[in-house]
Protein backbone atom coordinates (compact mmCIF):
# COMPACT_ATOMS: atom_id res chain seq x y z
CA UNK A 1 0.00 0.00 0.00
CA UNK A 2 0.85 3.06 -0.51
CA UNK A 3 1.43 5.05 3.00
CA UNK A 4 1.15 8.98 2.81
CA UNK A 5 0.24 11.53 1.58
CA UNK A 6 2.88 12.73 -0.52
CA UNK A 7 1.73 11.06 -3.92
CA UNK A 8 -1.35 13.14 -3.98
CA UNK A 9 -1.44 15.32 -6.63
CA UNK A 10 -3.56 18.33 -6.66
CA UNK A 11 -6.75 18.38 -8.25
CA UNK A 12 -10.67 19.56 -8.01
CA UNK A 13 -13.27 17.88 -7.04
CA UNK A 14 -14.72 17.44 -10.24
CA UNK A 15 -12.47 15.31 -13.51
CA UNK A 16 -10.22 17.90 -15.66
CA UNK A 17 -12.76 17.69 -18.14
CA UNK A 18 -14.90 20.39 -16.50
CA UNK A 19 -18.30 17.47 -16.09
CA UNK A 20 -19.75 16.05 -13.71
CA UNK A 21 -19.56 12.12 -12.71
CA UNK A 22 -22.14 10.27 -13.55
CA UNK A 23 -24.29 9.08 -10.59
CA UNK A 24 -23.39 6.19 -9.12
CA UNK A 25 -24.98 4.04 -6.08
CA UNK A 26 -23.61 4.55 -3.01
CA UNK A 27 -23.58 2.05 0.07
CA UNK A 28 -22.50 4.16 3.35
CA UNK A 29 -21.82 2.61 6.44
CA UNK A 30 -22.27 4.20 9.69
CA UNK A 31 -24.56 6.29 8.21
CA UNK A 32 -25.95 7.55 11.44
CA UNK A 33 -22.61 8.68 12.87
CA UNK A 34 -20.23 11.93 12.59
CA UNK A 35 -18.75 11.42 9.69
CA UNK A 36 -21.21 8.70 7.95
CA UNK A 37 -24.53 10.86 7.92
CA UNK A 38 -22.31 13.85 6.21
CA UNK A 39 -20.92 11.58 3.48
CA UNK A 40 -24.71 10.42 2.58
CA UNK A 41 -25.93 14.19 2.92
CA UNK A 42 -23.38 15.19 0.28
CA UNK A 43 -23.76 11.86 -2.26
CA UNK A 44 -27.26 12.43 -2.10
CA UNK A 45 -26.68 16.08 -3.05
CA UNK A 46 -24.50 15.10 -6.02
CA UNK A 47 -26.96 13.36 -7.62
CA UNK A 48 -25.89 10.02 -6.68
CA UNK A 49 -28.19 7.04 -5.75
CA UNK A 50 -27.05 6.52 -1.73
CA UNK A 51 -27.74 3.58 0.44
CA UNK A 52 -27.70 4.69 4.20
CA UNK A 53 -26.65 1.70 6.04
CA UNK A 54 -27.13 0.82 9.66
CA UNK A 55 -28.06 -1.54 12.29
CA UNK A 56 -31.20 0.03 12.73
CA UNK A 57 -31.88 1.58 9.20
CA UNK A 58 -33.65 0.84 6.24
CA UNK A 59 -30.80 -0.77 4.59
CA UNK A 60 -29.85 -2.91 7.81
CA UNK A 61 -25.88 -3.51 8.14
CA UNK A 62 -23.93 -4.78 11.22
CA UNK A 63 -19.87 -5.52 10.55
CA UNK A 64 -20.71 -8.26 13.28
CA UNK A 65 -23.34 -10.00 11.35
CA UNK A 66 -22.08 -11.19 7.66
CA UNK A 67 -25.50 -12.27 6.78
CA UNK A 68 -26.30 -8.44 6.36
CA UNK A 69 -23.90 -7.58 3.98
CA UNK A 70 -24.77 -8.91 0.72
CA UNK A 71 -27.92 -7.21 0.53
CA UNK A 72 -26.47 -4.00 1.41
CA UNK A 73 -23.92 -4.27 -1.28
CA UNK A 74 -26.00 -5.92 -4.16
CA UNK A 75 -26.04 -3.51 -6.96
CA UNK A 76 -23.47 -0.79 -5.68
CA UNK A 77 -20.92 0.76 -7.30
CA UNK A 78 -18.87 1.96 -4.24
CA UNK A 79 -18.62 1.72 -0.71
CA UNK A 80 -17.79 3.80 2.10
CA UNK A 81 -16.43 2.41 5.16
CA UNK A 82 -16.66 3.51 8.84
CA UNK A 83 -15.61 0.43 10.95
CA UNK A 84 -16.63 0.38 14.19
CA UNK A 85 -15.99 0.95 17.08
CA UNK A 86 -12.75 1.99 15.81
CA UNK A 87 -10.97 1.08 12.80
CA UNK A 88 -7.63 -0.16 14.80
CA UNK A 89 -9.76 -2.35 17.07
CA UNK A 90 -8.92 -5.83 17.53
CA UNK A 91 -10.40 -8.05 14.72
CA UNK A 92 -11.02 -5.27 12.46
CA UNK A 93 -8.91 -6.27 9.70
CA UNK A 94 -9.99 -9.89 9.40
CA UNK A 95 -13.93 -8.52 9.08
CA UNK A 96 -12.69 -5.21 6.52
CA UNK A 97 -11.10 -8.27 5.16
CA UNK A 98 -13.81 -10.71 4.86
CA UNK A 99 -15.88 -7.59 3.70
CA UNK A 100 -14.00 -6.23 1.20
CA UNK A 101 -13.77 -9.64 -0.69
CA UNK A 102 -17.38 -10.12 -0.65
CA UNK A 103 -17.82 -6.45 -2.06
CA UNK A 104 -15.59 -7.46 -4.84
CA UNK A 105 -18.00 -10.68 -5.89
CA UNK A 106 -20.62 -8.68 -5.90
CA UNK A 107 -19.29 -6.40 -8.39
CA UNK A 108 -18.49 -2.74 -6.13
CA UNK A 109 -15.89 -0.92 -7.99
CA UNK A 110 -14.76 1.14 -5.28
CA UNK A 111 -13.97 0.55 -1.56
CA UNK A 112 -13.33 4.05 0.45
CA UNK A 113 -12.00 3.26 4.03
CA UNK A 114 -12.18 5.91 6.66
CA UNK A 115 -8.99 5.61 9.04
CA UNK A 116 -6.97 7.87 11.34
CA UNK A 117 -4.25 9.45 11.09
CA UNK A 118 -0.85 8.27 13.21
CA UNK A 119 -3.02 5.05 14.57
CA UNK A 120 -0.79 2.38 14.24
CA UNK A 121 -3.11 -0.34 14.88
CA UNK A 122 -5.21 0.71 12.11
CA UNK A 123 -2.47 -0.23 9.32
CA UNK A 124 -3.68 -3.74 9.45
CA UNK A 125 -7.26 -2.72 8.51
CA UNK A 126 -6.00 -0.46 5.81
CA UNK A 127 -3.86 -3.07 4.44
CA UNK A 128 -6.82 -5.71 4.64
CA UNK A 129 -8.90 -3.89 1.48
CA UNK A 130 -5.75 -4.42 -0.99
CA UNK A 131 -7.57 -7.64 -2.23
CA UNK A 132 -8.05 -8.81 -5.98
CA UNK A 133 -9.53 -6.99 -7.99
CA UNK A 134 -10.54 -4.45 -5.09
CA UNK A 135 -10.22 -0.58 -5.82
CA UNK A 136 -9.51 0.72 -2.52
CA UNK A 137 -8.77 4.28 -1.32
CA UNK A 138 -7.97 5.06 2.07
CA UNK A 139 -8.64 8.59 3.96
CA UNK A 140 -6.34 8.61 6.97
CA UNK A 141 -8.51 11.82 9.11
CA UNK A 142 -7.62 13.98 12.05
CA UNK A 143 -10.09 14.41 15.46
CA UNK A 144 -13.28 15.28 14.13
CA UNK A 145 -13.81 19.07 15.42
CA UNK A 146 -17.99 17.20 15.46
CA UNK A 147 -16.60 15.30 18.54
CA UNK A 148 -17.21 18.38 20.22
CA UNK A 149 -20.51 19.06 19.48
CA UNK A 150 -22.03 15.30 19.03
CA UNK A 151 -21.89 11.75 20.52
CA UNK A 152 -20.50 10.79 23.77
CA UNK A 153 -17.44 13.94 24.56
CA UNK A 154 -20.11 16.49 24.11
CA UNK A 155 -22.86 14.77 26.03
CA UNK A 156 -20.65 14.68 29.07
CA UNK A 157 -19.21 17.84 28.27
CA UNK A 158 -22.48 19.64 28.55
CA UNK A 159 -23.71 17.39 31.56
CA UNK A 160 -20.60 18.10 33.98
CA UNK A 161 -19.37 21.50 32.42
CA UNK A 162 -16.22 20.22 31.38
CA UNK A 163 -14.59 17.73 28.82
CA UNK A 164 -12.21 15.26 31.19
CA UNK A 165 -10.18 13.60 28.45
CA UNK A 166 -6.72 11.90 27.94
CA UNK A 167 -5.01 14.57 25.26
CA UNK A 168 -2.99 16.54 28.01
CA UNK A 169 -1.68 19.34 25.79
CA UNK A 170 -1.11 17.54 22.69
CA UNK A 171 -2.11 19.76 19.46
CA UNK A 172 -4.27 18.27 17.04
CA UNK A 173 -5.47 20.22 13.95
CA UNK A 174 -9.42 19.09 14.29
CA UNK A 175 -11.20 18.68 11.22
CA UNK A 176 -14.97 19.44 10.10
CA UNK A 177 -16.00 16.06 8.89
CA UNK A 178 -18.10 17.55 6.03
CA UNK A 179 -14.72 18.28 4.84
CA UNK A 180 -14.30 14.30 4.69
CA UNK A 181 -16.88 13.87 3.32
CA UNK A 182 -16.35 16.55 0.21
CA UNK A 183 -12.74 14.54 -0.05
CA UNK A 184 -14.91 11.20 -0.02
CA UNK A 185 -16.96 12.58 -2.77
CA UNK A 186 -14.40 13.89 -4.94
CA UNK A 187 -12.45 10.55 -4.69
CA UNK A 188 -15.44 8.32 -5.88
CA UNK A 189 -15.80 10.96 -8.73
CA UNK A 190 -12.31 10.46 -9.88
CA UNK A 191 -11.60 6.65 -8.78
CA UNK A 192 -9.17 5.65 -11.08
CA UNK A 193 -6.67 8.90 -9.48
CA UNK A 194 -7.34 8.05 -6.23
CA UNK A 195 -7.47 4.17 -6.48
CA UNK A 196 -4.48 2.79 -4.47
CA UNK A 197 -3.89 5.83 -2.67
CA UNK A 198 -3.66 6.59 1.29
CA UNK A 199 -5.23 10.44 1.59
CA UNK A 200 -3.92 11.95 4.69
CA UNK A 201 -6.53 14.93 5.75
CA UNK A 202 -6.62 17.49 8.38
CA UNK A 203 -7.91 21.06 9.43
CA UNK A 204 -5.71 23.64 9.02
CA UNK A 205 -4.70 25.12 12.22
CA UNK A 206 -2.91 23.47 15.26
CA UNK A 207 -4.57 23.96 18.74
CA UNK A 208 -4.66 22.05 21.87
CA UNK A 209 -8.03 20.39 23.64
CA UNK A 210 -8.08 23.06 25.71
CA UNK A 211 -7.67 25.59 23.09
CA UNK A 212 -10.76 24.00 21.56
CA UNK A 213 -12.97 23.61 25.15
CA UNK A 214 -12.09 27.67 25.44
CA UNK A 215 -13.17 28.47 21.99
CA UNK A 216 -16.27 27.12 22.48
CA UNK A 217 -16.59 28.51 25.85
CA UNK A 218 -16.59 31.91 24.39
CA UNK A 219 -18.89 31.04 21.70
CA UNK A 220 -21.61 29.48 23.67
CA UNK A 221 -21.23 32.25 26.36
CA UNK A 222 -20.69 28.69 28.84
CA UNK A 223 -18.02 28.41 30.74
CA UNK A 224 -16.35 24.85 30.19
CA UNK A 225 -13.35 23.89 31.44
CA UNK A 226 -10.95 21.14 30.20
CA UNK A 227 -9.36 18.07 32.65
CA UNK A 228 -6.44 16.41 31.64
CA UNK A 229 -6.27 12.53 32.89
CA UNK A 230 -4.07 10.28 32.36
CA UNK A 231 -5.64 7.11 30.03
CA UNK A 232 -5.50 4.66 32.30
CA UNK A 233 -7.87 7.05 34.81
CA UNK A 234 -10.17 7.73 32.16
CA UNK A 235 -9.97 3.65 30.73
CA UNK A 236 -11.15 2.96 34.39
CA UNK A 237 -14.46 5.81 34.30
CA UNK A 238 -15.31 3.92 31.16
CA UNK A 239 -15.39 0.64 32.59
CA UNK A 240 -17.58 2.14 35.25
CA UNK A 241 -20.32 2.92 32.81
CA UNK A 242 -20.31 -0.72 31.60
CA UNK A 243 -17.61 -0.28 28.30
CA UNK A 244 -16.50 -3.95 28.57
CA UNK A 245 -12.71 -4.12 29.47
CA UNK A 246 -11.24 -5.86 25.97
CA UNK A 247 -12.84 -2.02 24.57
CA UNK A 248 -11.37 -0.12 27.54
CA UNK A 249 -7.91 -2.18 27.09
CA UNK A 250 -7.52 -1.07 23.26
CA UNK A 251 -9.00 2.40 24.07
CA UNK A 252 -6.63 3.10 26.67
CA UNK A 253 -3.28 2.22 24.53
CA UNK A 254 -5.16 4.31 21.71
CA UNK A 255 -5.22 7.45 23.70
CA UNK A 256 -1.56 6.34 24.79
CA UNK A 257 -0.24 6.31 21.54
CA UNK A 258 -2.20 8.55 19.31
CA UNK A 259 -2.38 11.36 21.67
CA UNK A 260 1.14 11.50 22.16
CA UNK A 261 2.03 14.58 19.44
CA UNK A 262 2.56 12.11 16.75
CA UNK A 263 -0.68 14.24 15.22
CA UNK A 264 0.47 17.45 15.99
CA UNK A 265 0.97 18.61 12.35
CA UNK A 266 -1.36 19.86 9.35
CA UNK A 267 -2.07 17.46 6.63
CA UNK A 268 -2.48 19.01 3.41
CA UNK A 269 -5.05 16.77 1.78
CA UNK A 270 -8.03 18.84 2.11
CA UNK A 271 -6.18 21.78 -0.49
CA UNK A 272 -4.59 19.19 -2.62
CA UNK A 273 -7.70 17.08 -3.59
CA UNK A 274 -10.39 20.09 -3.27
CA UNK A 275 -8.46 22.82 -4.14
CA UNK A 276 -9.54 24.73 -1.13
CA UNK A 277 -8.10 25.20 2.59
CA UNK A 278 -10.02 23.40 5.16
CA UNK A 279 -12.84 24.42 7.30
CA UNK A 280 -11.83 26.40 10.19
CA UNK A 281 -12.56 25.15 13.24
CA UNK A 282 -13.61 28.78 14.84
CA UNK A 283 -16.52 28.86 11.96
CA UNK A 284 -17.63 25.18 12.94
CA UNK A 285 -17.91 26.17 16.55
CA UNK A 286 -19.71 29.52 15.73
CA UNK A 287 -22.10 27.52 13.95
CA UNK A 288 -22.82 25.23 16.70
CA UNK A 289 -23.10 27.35 19.14
CA UNK A 290 -26.36 28.58 17.24
CA UNK A 291 -27.96 25.30 18.07
CA UNK A 292 -28.25 23.62 21.37
CA UNK A 293 -25.69 21.97 21.21
CA UNK A 294 -23.72 23.34 24.14
CA UNK A 295 -26.74 25.02 26.60
CA UNK A 296 -28.38 23.10 29.04
Partial sequence: MTTNEQNTQPTQSTPATGVAPAPVTVLVTGATGRVGSRVAEAALAAGHEVRSASRSGAVQFDWYDSATWADALRGADAAFLAYQPDVGAPGAAEIVGAFARRAVELGVRHLVLLSARGEDQARATEDALDVPGARWTVVRASWFAQNFSEGPLADAMVESGELAFPGGEVLEPFIDVRDIADVVLAVLAESERYGGRVLEVSGGRLLSFRDAVAEVSAAVGREFGYVPVPAPEYGAALREFGVPDAEV???????????????????????????????????????????????Q
Fill in 249 to 295: AFLVELFETNLDGRNAHISTGVQEILGRAPREFSTFVQEAATTSTWK
